[in-house]
């Protein structure tokens, strides 16, 4: 811990020539630009690819020709591609790149939407945005209590686990109180008591804290899988029917094409889990206990030196960290599903993929989150218009877009200095 | 730590933290692991004061007998009839630990009984059973918990056991139904490319640490995914499915691509386990006494020092990766060449990947001791099916005891603080690899 400095030095931009990070980023781009202009047209078909604006084929609609879209979005992105190549101005960068890769994914679905069988040649754009929320929510949630986590400085492999336990005992003692409220803080306390374990073991008796996440879902998973058989599985309607928010509508805001369908007549998890967003960035970035959460995990000696107590931060964030998983647990259990065993399935994995993705920060996670659900939501649709493109593979996207950002092949990401490094006063 | 900086590792500074880890592994390593006290007038009690020291026998046993009071806690307190009868505990007590008795201990029992040998078992068939599913189910954990704690003693934490295994079922489960080989070669064949393709997993998270620092644990957590999905793809692909079925299997292995049973067609052990055995002894002298071993262990103390001593830490590390992908891949291909499975489904590799992860934590990331915690694990397992079937109480019980023994074995600490147990200079586990990301 005291050799930090060296650290930072060691890892201090150095003189990268011609081929920096922007211009790789260009050159992957031009390449998709190529592969949309070239491949993706030539595989469209002239049909029309009809975006409409509701939940199904009628109503107003964004229509093109498919050749013609596709190879004008792949145009889009060739010349973003090829814009960030020529050496763009660095405060356009992010823009440009955003721009380009719109064009690709547009040019792309121009393809896939004219080839689709007759009749099924239509993207209903509200229902894709809204699967995306709907999917992207335990992903939000989960990325936000490692975030709370890891810029603290304790690493979070146990999301998994949190996401599950919330789940778990929200269907559970909301089915046996029959309130919905009880549910919600049953999840909260459920994936805090994960957090509890992981808090203990790894600030108090120093275990390795990856090591600890991995063994906590584990035991999450077992945990839960036993109760479930034991209780939930021969009485679903005592211990496993717990009543399900029901969605409410933003008046006006509503009305907004599109988007205002999609979200603002959700429930209560997705607007809370924006706000949740919102929250801790500005406490992460605009409070005291902000600054002094990043304090810990960059530096904590130094932290300690100026009084704050780093133990009792971090125990304090990493419980906080447990209840905001274990709500976003309960965003199953309490508004879709009935609890079934390991239903989150992997997905605290891809909410750590979107942390670090997200480079450990609130809108990061929640924009990472955002692509992984629209991955996620894309791989349904295209598996339902017959698509040519294997929805595995699509599934894939979201962990080897993780293992390309951390390699540095997209970016660079930087987990917080003292992340995973246990904090022993003296 | 500058891990997922730019640049190799072979640029990495030292820390003190690491310098700290080497002290901590130089002393372990130069305690005994046998606690037999020397030849002095008081043996006896000399030895009772070790049996109660924090030692790590002590410390695994206690562990085991903690997990199994949770345990216990757990299938009362699931148990609505049982914990009934603590409603009226205050009155009569005898009845709520009667029941809370009988339903513990009977499930524990069959446990047992599943698990090692059952008394009232009639035949020779009937008495090995036991043994032979504990043995069954030991065999792929042996690989994958070689693999991690290989892993470990380099100082990298493979959390990708799980996909290597994956990618070495699909390799030995093609190699078993595609290629037409007498028998013999075919088995030798398929092993082969099961070890290679969990090497090949294994590279990829090796290549990128060494190359670009990228973390070994967000990348294997990362790969083991789309090695899933690459599984439950790959099995619905003309040639590969099942013609029979509609249902997302492959085609069944050819039969001589399979381990031979050890005892009779109705007992399930096969070779595999032999091969576990061997490949033990492998590892131990790989690690202990080759110098690529070397290396491993000094790159895993202390990147930094290695590294001064002329010692390449990129290529140690590409190396480790590489073996111990191919030691997870065996594993995998276990489940398809051993009695388990005969072909591919998306689920065939189970949990064997992770479970080899606590497997090694278990072993104290040294080869004889992982060979021992996959026994341990196998016999859960296997005990678990027993105890499901005779005494209703679900299999999961099974993950939820392996976790909290790891869970109670990385904290020694919190074993001694319950049972007030003694010091001992050698009760640290080789866990406490923390690094961060």
């Known amino acids: ?426 | 730590m500058t891990n997922t900086g730019s640049g190799s590792p072979d640029k990495e500074p030292a820390t003190a933290d690491q310098a700290a880890r080497m002290a901590l592994d130089n002393t372990e390593r130069a305690e005994p692991t046998s606690q037999q006290p020397p030849e002095r007038p008081a043996l006896g009690r000399l030895f009772v004061e070790n049996l109660w020291a924090a030692n790590t026998l002590t410390v695994t046993v206690l562990s085991l007998l903690l997990a199994m009071v949770v345990g216990g806690i757990l299938m009362i307190v699931s148990d609505p009839d049982v914990l009934g009868t603590y409603s009226y505990f205050t009155a009569r007590p005898g009845d709520a630990l009667n029941a809370s008795w009988t339903l513990v201990s009977e499930a524990y029992t069959n446990l047992f009984k599943g698990a090692i040998l059952d008394p009232d078992a009639v035949g020779l068939t009937a008495a090995l059973s036991p043994i032979s599913e504990t043995l069954t189910y030991t065999a792929p954990l042996v690989f994958t918990g070689l693999s991690v704690a290989l892993a470990f003693r380099g100082g990298l934490f493979n959390i990708g056991a799980q996909g290597q295994a994956t990618m070495g079922v699909i390799a030995a489960g093609l190699a078993g139904f595609l290629l037409p080989l007498p028998a013999g070669l075919h088995l030798l064949v398929a092993v082969f490319a099961g070890a290679l393709g969990g090497a090949v997993w294994g590279f990829i998270p090796g290549i990128l640490k060494a190359r670009t620092g990228a973390h070994e644990v967000i990348n294997t957590i990362m790969l083991n995914y789309v090695a899933a999905y690459f599984l439950v793809w790959l099995i619905v692909q003309n040639g590969v499915q099942d013609p029979n079925r509609s249902d997302a299997i492959s085609r069944p292995l050819d039969a001589s691509a399979q381990f031979p049973r050890l005892f009779g067609d109705n007992l399930r052990v096969h070779a595999g386990i032999i091969l576990a055995v061997l490949v033990t002894w492998a590892v131990a002298w790989l690690l202990n006494r080759s110098t690529l071993g070397f290396e491993l262990r000094a790159v895993g103390s202390n990147p930094a020092a290695s590294r001064t001593a002329g010692i390449s830490v990129t290529r140690t590390y590409v190396l480790i990766m590489v073996f111990a992908g191919a030691l997870a891949g065996l594993g995998g291909s276990q489940m398809v060449l051993g009695t388990t499975a005969a072909a591919l489904t998306p689920l065939v590799v189970a949990q064997v990947g992770f479970d080899g992860i606590l497997v090694a934590l278990l072993g104290r990331v040294k080869p004889w001791g992982v060979l021992l915690a996959a026994l341990l694990f196998g016999a859960l397992q296997a005990g678990g099916n027993r105890m499901q079937s005779y005494s209703g109480v679900s299999l999961e019980l099974v993950t939820v005891l392996q976790a909290l023994i790891v869970i109670f074995i990385a904290a020694p600490a919190l074993v001694k603080a319950i049972f007030q147990l003694r010091a001992a200079r050698a009760a640290r586990p080789q866990t406490s690899l923390a690094k961060g990301w």
Request: aromatic share 10%.
């Open chain 1, 1 to 426: 811990m005291s050799t930090m400095a060296v650290d930072d030095v060691a890892v201090a931009p150095v003189n990268e020539g011609f081929w920096t990070r922007t211009r790789k980023a260009g050159l992957v781009l031009t390449a998709l630009g190529l592969l949309a202009v070239l491949l993706f047209t030539a595989l469209a078909s002239s049909e029309p690819a009809r975006f409409t604006l509701s939940e199904d084929a009628s109503g107003a609609a964004l229509k093109i020709n498919g050749t013609v879209g596709a190879a004008l979005f792949g145009a889009v992105a060739l010349a973003a591609g090829v814009a960030i190549l020529a050496g763009l101005p660095t405060r356009w960068f992010t823009l440009v790149l955003g721009v380009g890769l719109v064009g690709f994914v547009v040019s792309f679905l121009c393809w896939q939407v004219s080839t689709a069988p007759a009749g099924q040649n239509f993207m209903p754009l509200v229902n894709i945005v809204r699967g995306t929320f709907i999917l992207a929510l335990p992903l939000i949630f989960g990325a936000l209590a490692g975030v709370l986590c890891e810029r603290s400085g304790v690493v979070n492999v146990a999301i998994e686990g949190q996401l599950l336990m919330g789940a778990f005992s929200g269907a559970l003692f909301g089915s046996l109180s029959g309130n919905l409220w009880v549910g919600l803080i049953a999840a909260a306390i459920g994936g805090t008591f994960i957090s509890l374990l992981l808090a203990v073991f790894a600030i108090r008796y120093l275990v390795d804290q990856v090591v600890m996440g991995i063994v906590l879902n584990l035991l999450a998973v077992g945990i839960t899988g036993f109760l479930y058989e034991r209780l939930m599985q021969p009485d679903p309607a005592k211990y496993n029917s717990a009543p399900r928010f029901s969605d409410w509508e933003i008046p006006l805001l509503s009305e907004i094409p599109v988007l205002g369908p999609a979200l603002f007549a959700g429930n209560i998890f997705l607007y809370l889990g924006l706000l949740l967003v919102l929250v801790i960035h500005i406490g992460l970035f605009r409070t005291r206990w902000g600054l002094r959460t990043r304090s810990v995990g960059e530096h904590p000696t130094a932290a300690d030196t100026l009084g704050v107590r780093v133990l009792r931060l971090r125990y304090r964030n990493v419980l906080l960290a447990g209840a905001v998983a274990g709500i976003g647990g309960a965003s199953y259990t309490l508004a879709l599903f009935s609890f079934t065993k390991n239903m989150i399935g992997g997905k605290g994995f891809i909410a750590l993929a979107a942390l670090i993705f997200g480079r450990w920060s609130p809108t990061g996670a929640l924009l990472a989150a955002l692509f992984f659900g629209f991955a996620d939501q894309l791989a349904t649709y295209l598996s339902a218009i017959n698509s040519a493109i294997p929805s595995q593979f699509l599934a894939m996207l979201p962990y080897l877009a993780t293992i390309l950002a951390v390699a540095g092949l997209v970016g660079r990401v930087r987990a917080p200095a003292a992340d995973g490094k246990p904090y022993i006063k003296g």
